[in-house]
């Protein structure tokens, strides 16, 4: 088999700077890893898309991409990690499937899409109570003054909404066990993750490629309805089979894995928070200061990961992204629902890119102003 040669070079200067919703930037040292691993997998003669799932290769990756998300997020020894197809949306279904019973109630705040799709599924399993809601104002805030029943099977919350914009900066605090989407902003800042009773995240935002999903939750959680689950869809299935109950994405989790190692290697979710925070002040700095630029949510809520604005101008809105996608900036428009511009600063993205953007609206708005 031919080596694989240095065409790929891990300083190479970015193609483009990358503001996708998701998927979205991967570093550098994982797009070169994993390329080598294309080729031939740690020496094996084969490529990681041929290695066998339940072969030693293939566990080990598993098993360290495991430990690495427990070891990240400081879970207790009640939490078991995860690594499942079928991306959030099948988890909008999986988790009322293991943990609600025909007559119990789980309660969820509305904050936007995701969580809405995540009431429709529930209510094929038991009662959905909404205790809060942002609808009434485009989801641009996260609800503060809201009771939580004390007879909820579990609260839902999304902590971060991709499309909004809007991103819990605190959490509320109750008995109640709590399930947490964290698709868009998982492993992006220290947190007490054993707060949570269950967390969820599709991987292809902040730990790896698209066709993962992530799921930890605490065994005790596990095991109380009396619906027979379908087996491919029972958490307990998964935990006693290692996330080996059936062909899992290997290729996927071996970018997860080659994530984690990377994100550990940034001093870990301090150092990345860090960064996080400082991409977020800058660009939300110019939203505020640039004449030609407003922000769309609640300043206490706004996403450090995904940065939504407008323009007082909206007929010029066409001709900025053009004028983006000539200076190598990609990504920033904002989704259909809600309009105007969307800046996602997942972990991977370099200062560099938040920097250039940050220009190319001074530029703009000098010459348009």
Known sequence: MEKANNEFNLDRKMKVHNFNAGPSVLPNEVLYKASKALIDFDGTGMSILEIGHRTPYFMAVMDEARSLARELMQLDDDFEVMFLHGGASTQFMQVPMNLLDSGETAAIIDTGVWSSKAIKETKNFGFVDVIASSKDANYTYIPKNYTIPPQAKYLHLTS?????????HSFPQT?????????SDIL?????????SLIYAGVQKNMGAAGATMVAVRKSMLGKVSRKIPTILDYNQHI?????LNTPPVFAIYISML??????????LAGIEKLNEKKAALLYDE???????????????????NV????DKPELEEEFVKFCKKEDIVGIKGHRLSGGFRASLYNALPMESVEVMVEAM??????KV
């Not at 200061?289 to 949510?297: A, E, K, Q, Y």
């Not at 939504?308 to 323009?311: A, E, K, Q, S, V």
């Open 160 to 168: 971060n909404n991709t499309i909004y914009g809007t991103q819990y």
């Open 175 to 183: 008995d109640v066990p709590v399930v947490v989407d964290m698709s």
């Open 188 to 196: 992006s800042r220290q947190l007490d993750y054993n707060q949570f």
């Open 240 to 244: 006693e089979n290692g996330s080996m």
């Open 259 to 268: 994530t984690l190692r990377w994100l550990k290697g940034q001093g870990g």
């Open 287 to 305: 939203i505020d200061h640039n004449p030609l630029f407003r922000g769309t949510v609640a300043k206490e809520d706004r996403s450090l990961m």
């Open 308 to 311: 939504c604005f407008i323009m």
């Open 362 to 367: 001074k530029y703009f708005s000098l010459k």
